[in-house]
DNA sequence: GGAACTCGCCAC
DNA sequence: AAACGTGGCGAGTTCC
């Protein structure tokens, strides 16, 4: 009923501003699309497919890249085929190709964000839908328009569709994420003391700690630059994908694109990024005895050995006794209640139980703050759900008073009223302007 | 002309 | 033993 009553409230819709940006884009891709058309590529393109040329079509590219001009396909799709994705894309030194991403990204925003809004507002409202009955791990999952997967990482397509969305006159929008909720709920399941120490004390900081062991640095400074990304990087590139089931080869890959070293061989001194003090990635392991890519994968090897076998070694033991139990049981239980049956893989077993779990955290405060807005007759709404994250329409009077609520009913009803959470919740509130879009 | 599929890409 | 979890959706393509 909560998520009935945001849906039916929905997200004011700047449609003027759609139009026009619709038109904007459409000369902007008419343009990449004119300089497409004077490259080599292009003019192969057209002579193998003539009036049947579709810019659009990833299989006839494939066929010109991978059988015309017979270049061996930087990566595979799912199915075997030559990829035609992003990432296989920028490794293909072929002017023309830069023309065909700009294009696709432009196209995405028009045709996925800026004419859904246009297609599905009524009256200059969005009213997506927020459903409990799709998601295998008792997430939700949104649509007409998709609520839950609006651009945030890429700043261009971030400021584009975004710009779209306003409050009502006068309010503000505002958002309100958990703050680590799968890593702290995961932990009310595994129990492990080292993970318990990292989340209850504000001082220890386990990417940091990650970061240090990964890059063999003693000293790090969080509010030193280089430091910093290397923090993101263990965390991105190691501790969450080792989280949700990835191994170390994975990660080491993922580590150098992070630090700029290459994927294969041996690393030339000066290369990759500069640590303060001014010394390149490379030099830096070279010093300690990680001359190659080869090398570097012994030693994440021996990382992902450690993260399991001594620093998480109970949430390890956890993880393979929860499969084992499934196993045997053709079933999983969640601390919610809640089941899952059927067929699951490894990786599926000991994600959905924290995956659902820290969802229906989520709910439980929606669910709460909706019935506390009803009672004292609020002029702020819910407007939405994002998985771990509520957002809000409200009126700037109201601030205060609904940053109070939400932060009691996180701290202390919720761990009232499910006993097993051993971990401390907690809510971070985010508002934008008043009468300004969603975006900073 | 619609259903079902692949591929690519956006979010958490 | 396994090799990153969950969705929605647009465009192209194939099948019926």
């Known amino acids: ?244 089931g990835d191994y170390y080869a994975n990660n080491a890959a993922s580590l150098c694109d992070w630090v700029k070293l290459n994927q294969n061989g041996a690393w030339k001194p000066g290369s990759g990024i500069t640590l303060p003090g001014g010394i390149p990635m490379a030099d830096h392991f070279r010093d300690r005895g990680i001359k190659s890519y080869q090398q570097f994968l012994d030693h994440m090897k021996g990382v992902e050995d450690d993260f399991w076998g001594n620093r998480f070694r109970v949430y390890s033991n956890w993880r393979e006794s929860w499969v084992s139990k499934y196993r045997k049981k053709g079933q999983l239980q969640m601390l919610t209640g809640f089941e899952c049956s059927g067929e699951l893989k490894r990786n599926e077993i000991i994600n959905y139980p924290i995956q659902g779990t820290a969802f229906h955290c989520l709910l439980f405060a929606f669910i709460e703050l909706d019935k506390i807005r009803m009672e004292e007759g609020w002029k702020s709404a819910l407007i939405g759900q994002i998985h771990d994250s509520i957002i809000m329409d409200i009126d700037p009077e109201e601030r205060d008073h609904i940053s109070n609520v939400l932060k009691t009913i996180v701290k202390e009803a919720l761990p009232k009223a499910w006993p097993w959470i051993i971990v401390p919740l907690d809510i971070d509130l985010d508002a934008y302007e008043v009468d300004a879009a969603w975006l900073k």
Not at 176 to 191: G, L, N, P, T
Not at 202 to 222: G, P, V
């Open 1 to 244: 009923m909560a998520l009935a009553r945001a849906e039916r409230q929905g997200i004011r819709v700047d449609l003027d501003y759609c139009e026009r940006k619709k038109e904007h884009l459409t000369k902007k891709i008419q343009h990449h699309n004119k300089r497409l058309e004077q490259t080599k590529l292009y003019q192969l393109w057209h002579k193998i497919y003539k009036g049947k040329t579709n810019i659009h079509s990833n299989q006839q590219l494939a066929r010109v890249l991978y059988k015309a001009m017979k270049i061996t396909p930087p990566k595979l799709t799912e199915s075997g085929e030559g990829s035609t994705d992003e990432a296989a894309l920028s490794q293909i030194d072929e002017p023309g190709l830069q023309w065909i991403l700009k294009i696709r990204k432009l196209n995405k925003i028009r045709d996925t964000y800026l004419a859904a809004f246009t297609r599905d507002q009524y009256q200059g409202y969005l009213h997506p839908s927020f459903e409990l009955h799709n998601v295998r791990t008792y997430r939700s999952s949104s649509s007409n328009p998709n609520f839950q997967n609006i651009p945030k990482r890429d700043k261009e397509a971030m400021r584009i569709c975004r710009r779209a969305l306003l409050p009502r006159p006068g309010h503000q929008l505002l958002e309100a994420d958990f703050a680590s909720i799968e890593v702290m709920i995961s932990a009310c399941y595994h129990k492990d003391p080292t993970m318990l120490k990292y989340l209850k004390d504000k001082k220890s900081d386990m990417h940091l700690d990650m970061a240090r062991q990964i890059f063999i640095l003693d000293e790090l400074d969080r509010s030193k630059a280089a430091h910093a990304l290397l923090r993101q990087a263990a965390k991105n590139g190691f501790v969450f994908p080792q989280f949700y």
